[in-house]
């Protein structure tokens, strides 16, 4: 009976050792790596130091960007979740006055929009929902026109790019191009 309890006593103790060599094991690694991450706090403390802070923030380099967007964007009128990507303006539709073509992103789908706009503003001409952003715009006499119209380029595709033309009573794309 005594070897059977030894035996017991004996790999008790084995697991009683292991168990306390685990949980050692266990808290030294714990331990040291929560030490590191007081270190990084610690560090980040100094590194980051509130004139540096300051500087950053008083001097962003794309403000002046940021504000002409926004100057841009409420002059034409163009919705908050929309960005500006291209405009060109000209007398296009021959009555002696400016009219601008806007293209802009929705920032969320990145579906293209075109508004032609008076130059008091009106909204003469809209296409929405557009899945292909052109890269350039061009003002281009279509055929015969004694006027420019609005000339969207599209780089590397089928097709050079397509005008958005007056026909004397609204803004239209031509499809006898």
Known sequence: MKKILSKIEKFCFI????????????????????VNEKEK???????????EISEEISTPEDVNAIEEEKEEGEKFQ???????????????NNDGKIETLIVTENRFSKRGHFYILSDSGEKLYEMADILTLPDNLELRV????????????????????YFICWDGESYSVPEDL
């Open 41 to 51: 706090i610690e560090e980040s403390k100094v590194t980051f130091l509130p004139q």
């Open 78 to 92: 163009i919705p908050s979740q929309e960005v500006l990507i291209h405009k060109i303006a000209g007398d296009t």
């Open 142 to 161: 279509f055929k015969n026109d004694k006027y420019p119209s609005y000339f969207l380029i599209f780089e590397g595709q089928f097709k050079e790019g």
């Open 15 to 34: 697991i009683f050792v292991l168990v306390v060599v685990l949980i050692f094991s266990l808290s030294l690694f714990f331990g040291l790596r929560g």
